[in-house]
């Protein structure tokens, strides 16, 4: 997997993409376990895609409800038995 990010935004420390090698689009954001920081990244759709590059609050909650691991279901790679908090 190639994930290529579109928009960052260092203050709330996420990431707006595409996956080049899938054309999927995402969110991503840093988590960190015992051993590793990471990113986990999140499928969205391409209506989301633009609507958070134009709507940064937006995103932004969205972004929230995966890092209370709310959208498990649009993890792109699914963690292992020692996932990482968002940070």
């Known amino acids: 997997m190639k994930f290529n990010d579109v928009v960052v935004n260092k203050a709330e420390r996420f990431s707006i993409g ?12 840093p988590v960190r ?13 391409r209506a989301q895609f633009d609507r958070f590059q134009q709507d940064g609050a937006a995103a932004l909650a969205f972004v929230a409800t995966c890092r209370k691991r709310e959208k498990d279901e649009l993890l792109i790679v699914k963690p292992g038995r020692l996932r990482g908090v968002a940070c």
């Open 33 to 45: 376990n015992d051993y590793a920081e990471y990113e986990e990244y999140y499928e969205i759709d």
């Open 18 to 29: 595409i996956e080049e090698e899938s054309g999927r689009y995402y969110v991503s954001f």
